[in-house]
């Protein structure tokens, strides 16, 4: 899948960290790290109703 978006978000210090630490646990980047999560969120409603139809 082609990323042609890109997402600025502001975080605390702390949870900066959290996220280095655990890109660096896993071996990967942070935004690695952020695409798995979102990669585990419901599908957008109007993906849903292609994929049912």
């Not at 042609?4 to 949870?15: G, K, P, Q």
């Not at 849903?48 to 139809?53: A, E």
């Given at each position: 899948m082609a990323r042609?978006?890109?997402?600025?978000?502001?975080?605390?210090?702390?949870?900066l960290l959290q996220l280095e630490q655990e890109a660096k646990r896993r071996g990967l980047a942070v935004s690695d790290v952020v695409r798995a999560w979102i990669a585990k969120l419901p599908a957008p409603k109007l993906l849903?109703?292609?994929?049912?139809?």
């Open positions: 042609e978006r890109r997402l600025n978000i502001r975080v605390s210090d702390y949870e849903q109703l292609t994929i049912d139809d």
